[in-house]
């Protein structure tokens, strides 16, 4: 319900925890973090990076899939704001870190 109110292709998107392989060795390693795939090719991605359960940053990646090349040159705050209004939503990281802005932007 939280996605729907904000993405038009809600009905048609998978969340699962995902696993990073090494295409070097081979190994894998499971429990890397939790990806939201929208229809559109758009998604959110939660890692939680550090060694330890306090201090531990939480990393969140954003991606929209823009099909109109007229509007790739947006300001990426400004294009990806529902997204993050989603991501924020889902994962209620501010109930849960008490934080209102991160503390890294890259």
Known sequence: MIIK????????????????????DGSV?????IRYLFEDGSRLVFHLSGTGSEGA????????YEKDSSKIGRDSQEALAPLVEVALKLSKMQEYTGRSAPTVIT
Do not use: C, M, W
Request: aromatic share 10%; net charge negative; proline share 3%.
């Open 5 to 24: 109110g904000n993405r038009s292709d809600a009905s048609n998107v998978l969340a699962d925890e995902f696993e990073y392989k090494d295409p070097v």
């Open 29 to 33: 390693s499971k429990h890397q973090g």
């Open 57 to 64: 940053t939480i990393r969140l990646y954003i991606e929209e």
